[in-house]
């Protein structure tokens, strides 16, 4: 059992075939009902999305276009709301929508820990909670949130040692753009790639600079910049986001350095412009992260409180380009 599933409140593995686009499920199985939460009904009662961080990229975009245009599908009444990347904001948010009469809360958490807040309130108040994307961890399955629904970042940061293992041949001088500090994410999937690193005996690629980006693209560019100043030997770079690798390809191709032949680009994520970069020679691969949980969720949240309940954790299937797929992936729209 992983580390990061027990957190969430996984206790075993769940027997059967598994859904498309799932890679694996988790019990207990969670009944709304065991929280005293009723029936809803989607054509009359209201059900709210909260987002934690600003739309400013392709990964909250798409997020929140996932669970709109389901929440249209489904005929349902959606509130939204957007907490800019502010915890104790999406805490006031979510208390807000159960306020204005919202069933269910349907919520990307900003970090694993954090909303206490929220998630009593809406216990006390019968409000079903499932969260999309980051788990809510040091919860018993079940007892706190319902069904939870999400990416193994663990798995995204060595799928991405892999890549990068590949791309250089085993050699590099690397450096590592991380995520924001503090979110589990960027601890998952910084561990996940050195793990990996080192179960693969790649101790010819050596970890030279490590500074956080903030997951975004104007950060990812500023910290190349002082990169190239301090390293410009520099060969390969591991961003823990689509955002921040764009960022370090503009700094590289401020110095005439873009390219793979010069420095190797591996990414988490999966949006067209970093797929495209595959394309272009500038990226080398790209780990999926899938933001669409739209039908997803609302198909946990029927099973949870309308019918014989869901999973305390799924983990979805994320995909993976280079270039044997990338321009397969923009021409489908997979790349979002």
């Not at 009902?33 to 009359?44: E, W």
């Not at 957007?82 to 900003?110: H, R």
């Not at 998952?188 to 179960?199: H, I, Q, V, Y």
């Not at 690798?245 to 988490?268: N, Q, R, W, Y």
Request: charged share 20%.
């Amino acid at each position: 059992m992983p580390a990061a599933i027990q957190a969430a409140g996984g206790t075993a593995v769940l027997p059967g075939a598994l859904p498309a686009g799932v890679e694996a499920q988790y019990g207990p199985v969670c009944k709304g009902s065991d929280l005293g939460i009723g029936k809803i009904d989607f054509k009359t009662d209201t059900i709210g999305w909260a987002q934690s961080e600003k739309e400013a990229n392709p990964f909250r975009i798409a997020s929140t276009k996932s669970q709109v245009n389901q929440a249209k599908k489904l005929g349902v009444k959606l509130l939204t709301t957007n907490a800019q990347s502010d915890a104790q904001q999406e805490n006031t948010d979510i208390k807000g929508m159960i306020d204005k009469g919202a069933k269910a809360i349907i919520f990307s958490p900003i970090n694993s820990t954090g909303l206490g807040d929220a998630i009593a309130y809406a216990k006390s108040k019968k409000v079903a909670m499932i969260p999309v994307d980051r788990n809510i961890t040091g919860v018993k399955g079940c007892q706190s949130v319902g069904p939870q629904l999400g990416s193994d970042f663990v798995q995204q940061g060595k799928r991405a040692a892999d890549a990068m293992i590949k791309a250089t041949g085993g050699k590099a001088k690397l450096a590592i753009l991380l995520g924001a500090s503090g979110v589990n994410v960027t601890d998952d999937r910084t561990a996940g790639f050195k793990a990996e690193l080192k179960a693969q005996n790649a101790s010819g690629i050596q970890v030279i600079f490590e500074q956080t980006a903030d997951f975004t693209r104007e950060k990812g560019k500023s910290v190349t910049e002082t990169l190239l100043q301090a390293h410009p030997d520099v060969t390969a770079i591991y961003a823990e986001n689509d955002e921040m690798g764009l960022g370090a390809l503009a700094a590289l191709d401020d110095k005439g350095m873009s390219g793979t032949a010069k420095v190797h680009i591996v990414s988490i994520d999966g949006t067209k412009g970093a797929v495209q970069a595959i394309v272009d020679g500038n990226f080398d691969a790209v780990i999926e992260s899938n933001p669409a949980y739209g039908p997803s969720a609302f198909a946990a949240l029927d099973a949870y409180v309308n019918g014989a309940g869901a999973p305390a954790v799924t983990i979805t299937t994320d995909n993976q380009y280079d270039k044997s797929n990338a321009q397969a992936g923009l021409d489908s729209g997979a790349a979002y």
